[in-house]
Structure formats: C-alpha cells, structure tokens
C-alpha cells in the first residue's frame, strides 16, 4: 500500500498504540492493531536484523532503506523509545526532485558550483525535516554525480546515488575515528559526514 499510493509521504508506528499516516501536510491517526508490546517490540527486532542492524537495549536505534533506497526506515526501542519502541517509514523523492525545488537562487547555486568544482568544504545545516539530505543529494546529483564519494555516518541516511558511492558505518567494534582512517586510504575524491556526534568534533 505505502509504495503504491502516492500522496501518502510517512508512516509512523507509534509502538503498539497508533499509527500515524502523513500525506503531504496532513496527518490522519489509526489504531494499531491488536499486539502485546512485547510482541511488537521482537518484530521490530526482527525487522532490524533483517536489515543487517542490530537493535538491541545498549544499541537501541536503528535505520536505512528499502525498496531500492525508495523507502527510509528508522527504528528505537527503549530505554531510547519507551514504552514500547516506534517505526517510521519515509519515501525518499531524490530521483524526482531538482535544484528549483529549493529556495536557491543563482548567487547561491554559483557559490556552491564554485565550492564543489574546487573540492571546498561544504556545510548543511538545519533542525530535524527540512530537507538537509536531500538538497545534499540534490546538488551532488547536479555537480559531483560520478565522483569516487565515500559516505560516513552513524545511521543510514544518505543515499548512494552511484555505483561509485559507498558507505562506511562506525559502530561499538570501530568507532568513529578509526573508520574515518579506514575511509582516508580509501583515497575518495570527496567525503560526505552524514552526520558528527559532538563527542566527534575533536577529530577535526
């Protein structure tokens, strides 16, 4: 239903209580069906680690894609998500989206033309929803799209937008500056930081 519909945007289990449905701006609430919380929090442990992710009480939040990157999930359990965990389900629309999409003007776009065809830097930053991902994936759609581009971060979140792209995922066995070494002698032409726990910050 959720990939053939195409006004519905997000999915939301609300762990065994409610299931919220996003079209658009517009959300509409429904009863979860009937299931003991622990039922539900073992099928979301499944579901995880049939995504290759561990959900566990000391790794309580997980997430990727599905559907050939068409579909963004994003699981926790408590202690992070009690009483009885959630599950969000988010259409990505990268394939469908363009640079007029976005509240970009030209001075704006030439800057981060410029930035890109020199290998700058570049930062994206903003609250949780508004659309951070995907301008990022948007411009390198438009001006890096067959670079050689390594992608770090915690959580699966940013698409690899070419067979050229990988990932590489920290995790408790290999934290955050060991697979930033492992990602370096990878000689990428560009990196892209998904996201930087503050603990991090201090590596750079």
Same mark, same amino acid.
């Not at 409610?18 to 003991?36: K, N, Q, R, S």
């Not at 001075?107 to 951070?132: M, W, Y």
């Given at each position: 239903?959720?990939?053939?519909? %195409?006004? =519905? /945007?997000?999915?939301?289990?609300? +762990?065994?209580?409610?299931? +919220?449905? =996003? ?18 929090? &073992?099928?979301?442990?499944? $579901? ?16 990727? $894609? ?11 359990? %408590? ?21 007029? /999409? *976005? @509240?970009? /003007? &030209? ?17 994206? $930053? ?18 890096? %799209?067959?670079?050689?581009? *390594? ?11 070419h067979p050229l792209y990988a990932r590489l995922q920290p995790g408790p066995q290999y934290d955050y500056k060991a697979t930033l070494q492992t990602?370096?002698?990878? &000689? ?6 998904? /996201?930087?726990?503050?603990?991090? @910050?201090?590596? $750079?």
């Amino acid at each position: 239903m959720f990939t053939q519909d %195409p006004t =519905l /945007d997000e999915i939301y289990f609300n +762990g065994n209580h409610a299931i +919220g449905m =996003l079209h658009g701006m517009t959300t509409t609430t429904h009863p979860c069906p009937v299931i003991e919380a622990q039922d539900w929090l &073992r099928q979301l442990q499944e $579901f995880s680690m049939s995504q290759h992710h561990l959900l566990t009480p000391r790794q309580p939040s997980a997430g990727g $894609f599905l559907h050939n990157h068409d579909l963004r999930w994003q699981a926790a359990i %408590p202690p992070l998500a009690p009483p009885s965990g959630m599950l969000i389900l988010r259409k990505h629309r990268f394939a469908q989206l363009n640079l007029a /999409d *976005f @509240a970009l /003007d &030209r001075t704006h776009q030439e800057q981060i033309r410029t930035a890109l065809e020199r290998k700058q830097p570049l930062l994206i $930053f903003g609250s949780t929803g508004v659309g951070k991902t995907s301008l990022l994936a948007t411009i390198l759609k438009y001006w890096a %799209p067959v670079e050689r581009t *390594f992608v770090l971060e915690n959580l699966q979140e940013f698409p690899l937008l070419h067979p050229l792209y990988a990932r590489l995922q920290p995790g408790p066995q290999y934290d955050y500056k060991a697979t930033l070494q492992t990602l370096v002698r990878c &000689r990428p032409e560009r990196i892209i930081f998904g /996201d930087l726990p503050p603990a991090q @910050a201090e590596i $750079f």
